[in-house]
């Protein structure tokens, strides 16, 4: 099982960034799929979710600020971020979990998202 | 929301010694929605224990998790140097469906 996120880099305050995470060694389809962020020395954040039939849902902090979405043909999840805050700073991981389970494994290796001017 | 309160904050231990970190969450969470990951320095967390006490895929049998409704604990029964790391505990709740951490116990080298 490989998860591989890209799209980090440096984002002005107010502007607008998406993640894709690559996923391969599994059946996609099969994943409830979710992005968790870690700021700088700071400990985990669970951001986001979908399930396998595309129910999305969101952390109070993002709400209305992200979407997460799947392309199960392409093996891919994303996450659409918008109105970009410096608290928004992190490592954002793209982790699995099985269906009817609860816990998240693997993750991938995150990719850094700088809010800054 | 449910709150998940680790401690100590720091542990400082020598390699073979016994260590134990608690989670204690601000309302009980069932059993089965409670996990524990391993985060080193500069690396993605790993799943350590799932359902408060099932050991995940390759995880050495001195990583034990014990438990229920409020208070949860992680073992780790003899040190190796390779564990020195920091630790979080995890649950789920349903209702608004949701996931949260604690803020993590630092497992240091005495």
């Known amino acids: 099982v490989q998860l591989l996120e890209s799209g980090g880099g440096l984002v002005q305050p107010g502007g607008s960034l998406r993640l894709s995470c690559a996923a391969s060694?599994?059946?996609?389809?099969?994943?409830?799929m979710h992005w968790v962020r870690q700021a700088p020395g700071k400990g985990l954040e669970w951001v986001s979710g979908?399930?396998?039939?595309?129910?999305?849902y969101y952390a109070d902090s993002v709400k209305g600020r992200f979407t997460i979405s799947r392309d199960n043909s392409k093996y891919t999840l994303y996450l659409h971020m918008s109105s970009l805050g410096a608290e928004d700073t992190a490592i954002y991981y793209c982790?699995?979990?099985?269906?009817?389970?609860?816990?998240?494994?693997?993750w991938g290796q995150g990719t850094l998202v700088t809010v800054s001017s | 929301e449910i709150v998940l309160t680790q401690s100590p904050g720091t542990l400082s231990l020598s390699p073979g010694e016994r260590a134990t970190l608690s989670c204690r969450a601000s309302?009980?969470?069932?059993?089965?929605?409670l996990a524990w990951y391993q985060q080193k320095p500069g690396q993605a967390p790993r799943l350590l224990i799932y359902?408060?006490?099932s050991r995940a895929t390759g995880i050495p049998d001195r990583f034990s998790g014990s438990g229920s409704g409020t208070d949860f604990i992680l073992t780790i029964s003899r040190l190796e140097p390779e564990d020195f790391a920091v630790y979080y505990c995890?649950?789920?709740?349903?209702?608004?469906?949701?996931?949260?951490f604690g803020q993590g116990t630092k497992l240091e080298i005495k």
């Open positions: 982790v699995c979990r099985q269906a009817g389970t609860r816990q998240f494994d693997p």
């Open positions: 060694g599994f059946t996609f389809s099969t994943y409830a």
């Open positions: 979908i399930g396998t039939t595309a129910a999305a």
């Open positions: 309302q009980s969470v069932s059993s089965s929605y």
């Open positions: 359902g408060a006490s």
């Open positions: 995890q649950q789920y709740d349903s209702s608004p469906p949701g996931y949260t």
